[in-house]
């Protein structure tokens, strides 16, 4: 066997590892270690007769040394580390006793070690052992489209009214379904991210066998064990931001919710340095029957308080128990009283399922990256044709080209 890679930073267990020496008796080991663990670790290895070789690293991705410790370890391409750690079970959000490792805990152990070169990883625990496959991270895309213009694509219907052709050459992010313009518009965009949990936990696999192998695909690191994708870049995304009370970034340390997917693309093309980034199909608009699905007001669809027997019955046939009060009513097509999406396919399927549209939580997201992205002289435009997005500055499609 050739030289094997644990690495003990700071979310892994000494104890596991010394558990993992003992099963796997290795002969050629490297072993990456914090300076948070380096004595206990020292300590484990003067008890067995391994040959073993310890390399305390730095705890910050953008320590310098990383590149020399690289340099001098080089790793091949397909090499595996070991991360012997401790995972919580994080509970799906619409999957009744669905569960998944909690692996945003190490994310930051997981960026370390893909600096040094990782990119297939492997955790150890009692229950055994997972494999996962990090090919991209955010960091790595950091102003690589410096001063570039970039289009968020939207899925609404208004990309009907405009020539997508002109979108081929461009840099171009599209989400969730858009793969189903793909073949009309004969071409594919050039990135594709999702954010919406219940798109993510109910459809990942429509989501793998479709989104194109080539194109790069962000998702929250927390949907890591769950999503199989070529091209996989999990990013770290916190989904507990407050109503009302919106963040955004520039950074790839963190992306923050914005209520809408689009909100995640932007801080993606921002931090990848594209200026000006242009939103089309982004209607922001919903047809959607509000007497039909119960709802008080177009302004408080998400603020719904009270669950009604419809309610209740349908979170039972999405096998989800209605224990909190503010989980959102879910919608479906036969709910939309108009067009919702470029695509009548969008919304197909047995009882297909959609977390409603929270306007109001939106555009104060919108309206808080407008005025972060102005400060840093990034322009932020709308071509969206009849948008009632009224946060970003408003341009004819046609007049950039």
Not at 43 to 63: A, F, K, Q
Not at 327 to 343: N, R, V, Y
Not at 357 to 380: D, F, L, S
Request: glycine share 6%; charged share 20%.
């Amino acid at each position: 066997m050739g030289m094997q890679f644990v690495a003990v930073l700071n979310h892994e267990s000494p104890a596991l590892y010394q558990r993992w020496l003992r099963d796997n008796l290795p002969t050629n080991l490297i072993t990456l270690v914090s300076p948070k663990h380096e004595r206990t670790i020292q300590e484990i290895h003067s008890g067995t007769n391994l040959t073993i070789t310890t390399i305390v690293v730095p705890t910050r991705p953008t320590d310098p040394r990383i590149e020399e410790i690289k340099a001098e370890l080089g790793i091949p391409p397909d090499t595996t580390i070991t991360l012997p750690a401790f995972f919580k079970e994080d509970p799906a959000k619409f999957i009744e006793r669905g569960t998944f490792p909690k692996i945003q805990d190490d994310y930051n152990g997981f960026r370390l070690l893909w600096h040094f070169g990782f990119r297939h990883f492997e955790t150890y625990n009692f229950q055994g052992t997972r494999a996962y496959h990090v090919p991209h991270l955010l960091d790595e895309f950091v102003d690589i489209h410096k001063n570039q213009r970039a289009f968020i694509v939207g899925n609404g219907p208004s990309l009907n009214q405009i020539d997508m052709s002109k979108l081929a050459s461009e840099i171009t992010y599209g989400s969730n379904r858009s793969y189903l313009g793909y073949d009309k518009w004969q071409y594919h965009f050039t990135y594709w991210g999702i954010v919406d949990r219940l798109q993510i936990e109910h459809y990942q696999f429509e989501y793998e066998d479709n989104v194109p192998v080539e194109i790069v695909k962000f998702f929250p690191f927390q949907y890591l064990p769950l999503f199989n994708f070529d091209n996989a870049c999990p990013v770290p995304h916190k989904f507990g931001t407050k109503p009302g009370q919106p963040q955004f970034s520039l950074s790839p340390d963190m992306l923050y919710l914005g209520w809408s997917v689009s909100f995640f693309l932007i801080q993606i093309a921002a931090i990848m340095g594209c200026n000006p980034i242009i939103l089309v199909g982004m209607d922001h608009n919903y047809s959607l029957d509000q007497r039909k699905m119960g709802m008080i007001d177009g302004n408080r669809w998400y603020d719904r308080n009270t669950f009604t027997r419809k309610l209740i019955n349908r979170m039972q046939r999405l096998n989800q128990k209605p224990n909190k009060p503010h989980t959102p009513q879910m919608w479906k097509a036969s709910d939309a009283s108009g067009a919702t999406h470029f695509d009548e396919r969008y919304t197909q399927g047995e009882d297909k399922l959609f977390v409603p549209p929270r306007p109001v939580y939106a555009e104060q997201a919108y309206a808080h990256a407008r005025k972060v992205t102005e400060t840093h002289g990034i322009q932020i435009l709308n071509a969206t044709p009849g948008s009632k997005l009224t946060e970003f500055e408003p341009v004819d499609f046609n007049s950039l080209f």
